[in-house]
């Protein structure tokens, strides 16, 4: 069964720090990752997925398939990245079934 | 607003009892999906429909039900309410099937007492 594990609770910085949240994942074959941000009293929402290879509001996650990882990063992070950041995965064909990890508050001090 | 929709947003009720939980997808949007988010356990995936079938089930229990009705909009069915039934629900919605981005509603939160 697939397993999507975010080590980190809460995750807090200064303005201008580089911000790296953590995501780990076990499944046996080629899954696709994402990861959703929720702001406060905003819904969940896409925020990138690992087959498009983006940068969205200067956040990048590279999928390290001998780590199993898809860390979440920014070089210097911003006050409005403060949010809820949750880490998905979905397996390769068949139906869709996603798995979230627990999420990750991140605060952003000023 | 044209994104996806649930109601009521707030719902206290007792344990024993039965609630259902409404959602309306993106216009467009064939496939509804069903989560629900308690502070120990994440966010957990219950159930897909698919323009109007059921496509899969995740952790749902049998005192839980949904279904997706022609006008594509969904009901998620609540019964026998436990003090752990207390979450946040969740509804979204994609194009397809197997669509990578879902789009979430703003949640139902249901307080069991």
């Known amino acids: 069964a697939q397993r999507v594990t975010q080590p980190e609770k809460l995750l807090s910085v200064f303005k201008g720090a580089p911000v790296e949240l953590k995501c780990n994942y076990s499944?046996?074959?080629?899954?696709?990752l994402f990861w959703y941000v929720q702001y406060s009293r905003q819904r969940l929402q896409l925020l990138l997925r690992?087959?498009s290879r983006e940068s969205i509001k200067g956040f990048t996650a590279d999928l390290n398939k001998g780590e199993t990882s898809f860390h979440l990063k920014k070089p210097f992070a911003q006050e409005e990245d403060s949010a809820m950041y949750y880490c998905?995965?979905?397996?390769?064909?068949?139906?869709?079934?996603?798995?979230f990890g627990r999420g990750t508050s991140l605060i952003v001090h000023p | 607003d044209s994104g996806v929709t649930q109601t009521p947003k707030h719902l206290i009720t007792a344990t024993g009892q039965r609630v259902t939980l409404r959602c309306s997808p993106r216009?467009?949007?064939?496939?509804v999906y069903w989560y629900q988010q308690s502070l120990d356990q994440g966010l957990q995936f219950l159930i897909q429909?698919?323009?109007?079938?059921?496509?899969a089930k995740g952790n749902i229990l049998e005192r839980f039900s949904a279904q997706q009705f022609p006008d594509l909009h969904s009901e998620l069915n609540l019964s026998s309410l436990e003090l752990g039934d207390s979450a946040l629900y969740f509804c979204?919605?994609?194009?397809?099937?197997?669509?990578?981005?879902?789009?979430f509603g703003p949640g139902t939160r249901l307080t069991v007492l």
């Open positions: 690992h087959i």
């Open positions: 979204a919605s994609s194009s397809t099937s197997g669509s990578n981005e879902q789009f």
């Open positions: 998905a995965l979905r397996p390769e064909g068949g139906s869709y079934i996603p798995t």
């Open positions: 429909y698919y323009n109007g079938e059921e496509r």
């Open positions: 216009s467009g949007d064939l496939s």
């Open positions: 499944y046996s074959g080629s899954p696709e």
